[in-house]
């Protein structure tokens, strides 16, 4: 199914806090056994991964980099799951896509469940669900409010990437990010050049799909700013 | 046969002379008049937007809550974009605090979900409403800024909005005004803190065991969050003698007690053995969450906070009749327990005194007695006691000027949803 509401009880899995996430075990490559420790840290995420598509082409472009892609809907984050074992099976010589993995989770209510201040250097949000009625617009993934907590888990200098083909939701992510103090928005000749853009322009099903249909894909990215001195 | 609605929380002003009450959809005020230890009424307000809900409809609804099985067809019924829980399913008024100056009564009311800001004038006895704000959502908490210029409103839906104590709000709550912080979680509580260095943060709890703290005024910068609830947070509170501890309490077994500035917990405390003897059939789970054995008990602390001068705690659990009192140690931030105190009637809210606690009880049993009790420090004894003669001349004075007010009067039967804290618990998959 294309929806879930993000306001009910999933029963959803996270950790009470950062400290007690377990992440040896979505990317075991990365587990130092040796220390007990991780080699390296989350810092990408994919909110609302669907597919993984994004996920399959980002890893070999960041191979040090551990990118995690967060998904509410239970077969969708299963379907994930399968197609990354077969991926690292299949590359498993040149431990191939051992720095992606999914997780069921709502993004919404506990992303800070998951990550520390400051740890994440990208946020994904590739073709959301639009909730196109004026009530439901607090279901949506960027709001005001919502921009605090992505805010509060990016790192200064850290980049939101928002891609939509829906022109009003694409607007209303604009407006938002544009008016909360801790974003700015990145130039068109910055998209130019970022191949995370390109990555997310053309590898994503959904971004595929709108290919197809020749329709229209609508990006903005925004960096973090750093925050201003405390009153 | 009619009786006088039980309280359903009381505030004392600082000087402790005036009680404050919400007795279903009125404010009391109570004066104790000089030199004696005699109680007189001296304002009262009634929200008059409220109306009864039909007897037969509440009952239904807390009814079916309880009886249906887990089929999705109690939530079928509801906008899909709404929590999957209410409170309280009433008319009531709720969350009452006083403004920093005590010139000023904050309530919220469920009527037309707004704040209502009430001038005390206690020389004509009067509670004037001065200023009204309806919210989109219906709000759970209010919290005012130590100038006493501003309010933050925490609402059910999961947002805080801010607005001006006196002035008129300009635009509209959810439309040209916009929320000051959100969760994406029913906010449960809000109070504002402040630093050694005089910054002030807001500090948020929410159904998602969620403690945040935001830095104020500038909140879209999350400061941090306090981790450690398991279950749904229903009260926090910050002790007026060491500004950096932050009490936090609800579905889980424990009490918590953090330092909010640094972000670390300092120390909890399990009263589940405690509380055991004083769990009746009122305790056990709703049947469609009900376990094979019939025995799944469920059970929250509705209210926590401390005694204004010394260093003592008390919390309740939802519907049960004990006050459970604990002593923090201040040099090595520990929790122990003092006392528990045995109560006639359930406790329904709790509020803080100088030397002690002030409760409210279920006392549609007594025949109207007991509707406050003082619990009250005895330095020379060290030990906690109920003030019986302050309870018996605050009846006295309720009962002389109350009982021919038909708007607290009520049948049993249209006594209000007292016990709602419970309902937050979240009990899995509604709907994926």
């Known amino acids: 199914r294309a929806h879930s509401n993000p306001f009910s009880d999933h029963q959803l899995e996270y950790p009470v806090s950062p400290d007690e996430m377990d992440w040896s075990r979505l990317y075991p490559e990365f587990h130092d056994p040796t220390t007990g420790k991780m080699k390296s840290q989350v810092t990408i995420a994919d909110i609302g991964c669907g597919f993984g598509g994004l996920m399959v082409d980002l890893s070999p472009e960041f191979p040090d980099q551990l990118i995690l892609g967060m998904e509410i809907r239970v077969q969708v984050t299963n379907y994930v799951e399968d197609k990354i074992i077969a991926l690292r099976n299949n590359h498993a010589q040149q431990k191939g896509y051992q720095n992606i993995n999914v997780l069921r989770g709502n993004a919404m209510k506990f992303l800070p469940n998951f990550f520390y201040k400051g740890q994440l250097s990208k946020m994904f949000f590739c073709f959301p669900d639009p909730h196109f009625k004026q009530r439901k617009h607090k279901a949506r993934i960027i709001t005001n409010t919502l921009l605090s907590e992505y805010a509060y888990v990016l790192r200064e200098g850290g980049v939101v990437y928002t891609i939509t083909d829906v022109k009003d939701l694409h607007d209303w992510m604009v407006k938002h990010l544009e008016e909360h103090p801790l974003f700015q928005r990145l130039s068109s000749e910055w998209e130019s050049k970022d191949k995370c853009v390109k990555i997310m322009t053309h590898a994503t099903e959904e971004g595929k799909k709108v290919e197809r249909k020749k329709g229209d894909k609508y990006v903005a990215c925004f960096e973090r700013l750093p925050n201003p001195v405390i009153e | ?432």
Request: hydrophobic share 40%; charged share 25%.
């Open chain 2, 1 to 432: 046969m009619t009786l006088i609605h039980p309280f359903q929380s009381v505030v004392l002003n600082a000087a402790e002379d005036l009680l404050f009450a919400i007795v279903k959809n009125e404010v009391v005020v109570f004066r104790r008049s000089e030199g004696s230890e005699g109680y007189t009424l001296a304002g009262r307000w009634v929200d008059e937007l409220a109306k009864d809900p039909p007897r037969a409809t509440s009952e239904e609804a807390s009814d079916s809550k309880k009886s249906k099985g887990n089929d999705g067809t109690p939530n079928a019924s509801k906008g899909k974009g709404q929590p999957s829980v209410e409170i309280v399913p009433t008319n009531l008024l709720r969350a009452m605090t006083l403004s920093p100056d005590e010139s000023k009564l904050l309530v919220c009311a469920d009527s037309d979900k707004s704040v209502c800001v009430l001038q005390i004038d206690l020389d004509k006895k009067e509670l004037n409403l001065i200023k009204r704000q309806a919210f989109p959502k219906r709000p759970n908490a209010i919290a005012a800024l130590e100038d006493g210029s501003q309010i933050v409103v925490a609402d059910k839906f999961g947002d805080a909005y801010q607005i001006p104590m006196v002035e008129e709000t300009k635009g509209k709550a959810g439309k040209e005004l916009q929320p000051l912080i959100g969760h994406v979680s029913m906010l449960t509580d809000v109070l504002f803190g402040k630093d050694d260095q005089g910054k002030k943060y807001l500090i948020t709890s929410d159904r998602d065991e969620h403690i945040r703290v935001t830095h104020y005024p500038q909140t879209f910068i999350i400061d941090k969050w306090l981790f450690g609830h398991r279950e749904f947070v229903s009260s926090i509170h910050i002790p007026s003698w060491s500004s950096q501890l932050l009490f936090s309490a609800g579905g889980d077994d424990t009490i918590f007690l953090w330092d909010w500035m640094k972000g670390f917990k300092l120390s909890t405390f399990e009263y589940k053995d405690l509380i055991k003897p004083y769990l009746t059939d009122a305790h056990l789970a709703a049947s469609r969450f009900q376990n094979e054995n019939n025995d799944l008990i469920e059970f929250a602390v509705a209210q926590i906070t401390t005694c204004r001068k010394f260093p003592y705690a008390a919390f309740f659990v939802e519907a049960t009749k004990a006050l459970i009192i604990l002593h923090v140690d201040q040099t090595n931030a520990a929790l122990s327990l003092k006392q528990v105190i045995d109560l006639r009637y359930n406790v329904i809210s709790l509020s803080q005194v100088s030397d002690g606690f002030l409760i409210t009880q279920d006392n549609h049993e007594s025949g109207n007695k007991e509707f406050v009790s003082l619990v009250r420090y005895i330095e020379s004894k060290d030990t906690f006691e109920l003030d019986n003669q302050f309870g018996e001349t605050l009846d006295e004075a309720i009962n002389k000027s109350l009982s021919e007010d038909s708007t607290v009067n009520v049948q049993p039967a249209d006594i209000a949803q007292l016990y709602g804290v419970a309902n937050l618990k979240k009990h899995g998959e509604q709907y994926s």
